[in-house]
């Protein structure tokens, strides 16, 4: 697929690994459509893709509710006439251990919430966005691209219960959606990106921090323009599809 003039939309795409897939996208001519539910980061997000050469739209919409979607990808699809690309990146984190012991006590569970926000957020949002993408695509005879951003807690992570649990669905969705929606023209593909420098991994503290970056073979975190450099290869390749690509600096062998 020729990037230029594409019309593609990213979830989360007011900040972190969303943001920079976007700008990324944008040198390269590709329409952006901005999915997030903040509306100030959306602006920005829409400014830096404008000021690196394309056209970006900003859409306030909460990927874990139906309607909220479908009238996202509707007014996506009035706004630029079509939609060739889908990023699914909307993601949040809920981390706390399954069950926590101290003094031969259970001290804490994981919360019922904890584990619901995930799932909403992080599976039933990729979902409900892959479908109504691959609806308008279809619809419009538009051959599309869609890419979920899993992870390496895919394989499982301590502390990541909900998480890991999410990742793990959404790379399984990809060889489904592949093979299902291969006869309308429309790839499916994966990133799971290792520890990446975002605003959430600047937050850490430093000891933890640099205890992460020692168990990374290259010895660094990676940075938010190799996860859109990896996103942008999907998309320019037409015989990818059905395959999650692990981008972590081979921490996970």
């Excluded at 952006?32 to 306030?60: F, N, Q, T």
């Excluded at 909307?90 to 919360?111: C, P, Q, S, T, Y």
Aim: aromatic residues 6%.
């Amino acid at each position: 697929m020729k990037l230029q003039d594409s019309v593609i939309a990213i979830t989360g795409g007011g900040q972190g690994l969303g943001r920079a897939m976007a700008e990324y996208l944008a040198a390269k001519g590709a329409k952006i459509a901005l999915i997030d539910l903040m509306p100030d980061k959306l602006d920005e997000a829409v400014a830096a893709c404008k000021a690196a050469g394309s056209d970006a739209r900003r859409y306030v919409c909460n990927v874990a509710k139906e309607e909220d979607v479908e009238k996202t990808f509707d007014a996506i699809v009035k706004d630029f006439g079509h939609l060739n690309g889908l990023v699914n990146n909307a993601g949040i984190l809920r981390d706390g251990l399954l069950v926590k012991v101290k003094d031969g006590k259970v001290e804490r569970r994981m919360e019922l919430s904890q584990w619901q926000a995930v799932i909403d957020v992080n599976l039933t949002g990729v979902f409900l966005c892959g479908r109504e993408a691959a609806t308008q695509m279809i619809r419009n005879d538009d051959r599309g691209v869609i890419i979920n951003i899993a992870s390496i807690s895919r394989a499982g992570n301590m502390g990541q219960s909900n998480y890991s649990a999410a990742k793990a669905g959404v790379s399984a969705l990809v060889p489904v959606w592949a093979k299902e929606l291969a006869r309308y023209g429309i790839r499916c593909a994966g990133i799971a990106p290792g520890f990446i420098e975002t605003e959430m991994t600047a937050s850490m503290k430093p000891e933890a921090l640099e205890k992460m970056t020692a168990s990374i073979p290259l010895k660094r975190m990676g940075k938010p323009e190799e996860i859109a450099s990896a996103a942008a290869f999907i998309f320019e390749n037409d015989y990818v599809s059905g395959r999650v690509i692990e981008v972590d600096g081979a921490l996970r062998l």
